[in-house]
C-alpha cells in the first residue's frame, strides 16, 4: 500500500523559510517522478515544483513561475522522501501543499492529473 506523508507545514511570517518533507512508502521511491502542487482556498490545485525519477543522469527539476528562485526540490533516496525548501514566503504562498508520486509518465510532470498517488496535505500559512 502506497502512502504519502507530508510534514513541516505551518505559520510563517512573510520573508520566512519552511521546509516540506514527503515520507513515502510501499514504493520502490527512487523510480518515481515526485511533485508538490498546492490548493489555496477557493481556487484550483496548482502545479508548484517536480524532481524526475532517478537516472542515469540523475535528477531534473521543475517549478513553476511563481516558485523559481524562492523554493527548491530535493530527494533523498535513501530516507524515501521529497522536500520543498521555502524561502522568501509571501502571503500568497498560504495554501494545502501536497505531495504526489508517479511512475508511469503518461503525461507532464507539472500536471497534477500525470500522478497517482497523493498525500493528505499540509497547511502552510504566511501572514503578512
Known amino acids: 500500500q502506497v502512502q504519502l506523508v507530508e510534514s513541516g507545514g505551518g505559520l510563517v511570517q512573510a520573508g520566512g523559510s519552511l521546509r516540506l518533507s514527503c515520507a513515502a512508502s510501499?514504493?520502490?521511491?527512487?523510480?518515481?517522478?515526485m511533485g508538490w502542487f498546492r490548493q489555496a482556498p477557493g481556487k484550483e490545485r496548482e502545479f508548484v515544483a517536480a524532481?524526475?525519477?532517478?537516472?542515469?543522469?540523475?535528477?531534473?527539476?521543475y517549478y513553476a513561475d511563481s516558485a523559481t528562485g524562492r523554493f527548491t526540490i530535493s530527494r533523498e533516496n535513501a530516507k524515501n522522501t521529497v522536500y520543498l525548501q521555502m524561502n522568501s514566503l509571501k502571503p500568497e504562498d498560504t495554501a494545502v501543499y501536497y505531495c504526489?508520486?508517479?511512475?508511469?509518465?503518461?503525461?507532464?510532470?507539472?500536471?497534477?492529473?500525470?500522478?497517482?498517488?497523493w498525500g493528505q496535505g499540509t497547511q502552510v500559512t504566511v501572514s503578512s
Open positions: 504526489a508520486a508517479d511512475h508511469r509518465s503518461r503525461g507532464s510532470i507539472m500536471v497534477g492529473d500525470s500522478y497517482e498517488y
Open positions: 510501499g514504493l520502490f521511491f527512487s523510480n518515481y517522478n
Open positions: 524532481i524526475t525519477a532517478i537516472s542515469w543522469s540523475g535528477s531534473r527539476t
